[in-house]
């Protein structure tokens, strides 16, 4: 089984959609008032890096994939992200498109944040402390759900 995944990760060029990927420079700062916020959601994501693959860290992304590769792709399959983007920080979490009954019992609060089947986009301010707690629940019970299937080694 095959999933779609990463296409959020790839930023094009409005002049040409020929260029595949823009690195964001380490060296470039993330806008201050999104700093707590992307800070605060790669938190939760940071524990599962000794069993995932980081792909990408910097100060305004940072990504994690599994060693699982997916037969059509030949890729590995992604398991989330965070990135400081210009109007919002986006929190990616690819098990809740893989399993959307993850998504099951979730609040109205953090379900307002969703923008697609895996994203949840948060403005100023970020996301509150509850809205933290039951995103490090369902990054939790994504990454059992990953185990479950097999796409990442059992910890």
Known sequence: RAFACCSHMATTSTRSSKRKREETPPEASP?????????????????????????????????????????????????????IRKRYVSFHLMPVYVFPDLLDGVSATLRARMQGKSCFNFRKGGPDERVLAELTELVAAGFRRYEQAGYVAAA
């Open 31 to 83: 806008t201050s008032e999104f700093d707590a916020a992307f800070v605060r959601l790669r938190a939760i994501l940071k524990p599962r890096e000794s069993v995932l693959v980081c792909v990408t860290d910097t100060a305004t992304e940072y990504s994690l994939d599994t060693h699982y590769i997916m037969q059509k792709s030949k890729k590995p399959l992604f398991f989330g992200s965070v990135a």
